[in-house]
């Protein structure tokens, strides 16, 4: 017997919950795209996207996922035959990498794994032997959603700065803005890459670059700009059918709207502060649970924790039958362990992943956790019962 019927909760890391009020803007007929209300909101709503990027700088908007903005962050700053250093500690940046080779681009990894920080030390050391500058751009993912580990992105601008390196410095923030502080005009990002459907509580298909006048200078000579993924075309462009290089996500912009003007009204602090709390009462609980048992989180250093997705390791190959558990039978969908394993492994059932980015609060996140206390006890997945208690505890403390 099933108790999943009702209003189902999907806690994957992306696409996150979509706001009722993102719905309801999205719910209309097609505007006109050449006068009128959409062309003329445009400004307004590129001004709320540089907002909570931190950035003053410039911004393209694309009809694309996060791979498209990889590319187009990599079409409008290198050359075929261009050296990158690629700093992975997950899935992602690795999937970047790839798209540079696919451009003629050459990469250097220091790949650190699914559980080690970048060593900022070695990114200097390897940036200093690069006395003849071949290295273009650094590429970093500041939460990688496979491993949920969270990169120190200005002690990555530090390392590249003692290096005295010209080298681009590009992020990937598809799973960290709007839930993780992130500013990338005072830490000193050139190239920033985000998606609508994370913490920016948007369905999927349109993602952003924000990019600094200095990385804007690479684009003079960049020959692996294309003209589709050209960001000078989609920035402040002198007609709104540029913005997007043809047709506009009309939809999507509506919905948009309606995400930044949510933030706006709650405050960026203060959102930073709320997915704070919730992830450390999401900590709290698995902490407890694996004091008897094989849960452990992926990460087991705190402060290098994202605070949007949280990977699990479940210490047994019965972390598949939780995830149908709790979707089947409780109505909470959770994240499968991208990256950690691939399918046919065995190693595949042993991870799973929790999102709580964007629109979240805390009676879905102790919902949630009580689920899956009911789902360990139901799959039989050894663990010390009490973990909502402690998650309850974290949320008391900090409302």
């Known amino acids: 017997m099933s108790l999943a019927k009702g209003a189902a909760y999907l806690a994957i890391p992306g696409p996150s919950v979509m706001p009722e009020r993102v719905l309801r803007a999205m719910h209309r007929s097609a505007p006109n795209i050449y006068e009128g209300e959409l062309p003329e909101m445009m400004p307004d709503l590129v001004s709320r996207l540089k907002s909570v990027a931190r950035t003053t700088q410039n911004a393209a908007i694309y009809i694309t996922n996060g791979h498209g903005a ?3 962050s990599l079409a409008n700053t290198l050359s075929r035959g261009d050296r990158v250093l ?4 997950g899935r992602f940046a690795l999937g970047w990498a790839e798209i540079a080779r696919s451009l003629g681009v050459e990469t250097d990894i220091l790949d650190y ?3 080690t920080p970048i060593d900022p030390a070695e990114v200097t050391e390897k940036l200093r032997a690069d006395a003849d500058g071949r290295y273009k751009a650094v590429l970093a993912v500041q939460t990688d959603t496979a491993t949920s580990l969270r990169s120190d992105i200005p002690a990555l601008r530090a390392a590249i700065d003692a290096a005295e390196h010209p080298a681009l410095f590009m992020v990937d923030c598809m799973a960290s803005l709007g839930c993780d502080r992130f500013e990338m005009d005072a830490w000193g990002v050139d190239v920033v890459m985000a998606g609508s459907q994370k913490g920016l509580m948007t369905p999927p298909g349109v993602a952003f670059l924000f990019y600094s006048n200095n990385a804007d200078q690479a684009r003079e000579t960049a020959n692996c700009a294309t003209y589709y993924w050209d960001w000078r075309k989609r920035t402040d462009p002198e007609y ?9 996500p009309t939809h999507h912009i509506y919905g948009l709207r309606e995400a930044l003007m949510m933030i706006e009204e709650e405050g960026l602090e ?5 997915h704070g709390v919730l992830a450390r009462a999401i900590w709290a609980a698995f902490d407890h649970w694996g004091s008897a048992g094989p849960l452990e989180l992926n990460i087991a250093d705190p402060a290098l924790r994202a605070h949007s997705v949280t990977a699990i390791r479940a210490g047994s190959n019965k972390a598949t039958a939780l995830r149908k558990w709790c979707e089947t039978k409780a109505g909470l969908t959770l994240g499968i362990g991208l990256g950690m394993a691939e399918p046919n492994d065995p190693e595949w059932h042993n991870y799973f992943r929790i999102g709580h980015m964007g629109h979240v609060n805390a009676q879905m996140i102790l919902g949630a956790l009580a689920t899956i206390e009911a789902g360990l006890k139901a799959v039989d997945l050894p663990h010390a019962p009490g973990g909502v208690v402690k998650a309850a505890e974290v949320i008391a403390a900090s409302a």
Do not use: M
């Not at 709104?240 to 506009?248: D, I, S």
């Open 270 to 274: 203060a959102i930073w502060h709320r």
């Open 70 to 72: 990889w590319e187009a």
């Open 240 to 248: 709104f059918y540029e913005y997007f290089c043809g047709t506009a």
């Open 113 to 115: 794994g699914k559980r």
């Open 86 to 89: 690629v700093l992975a500690t």
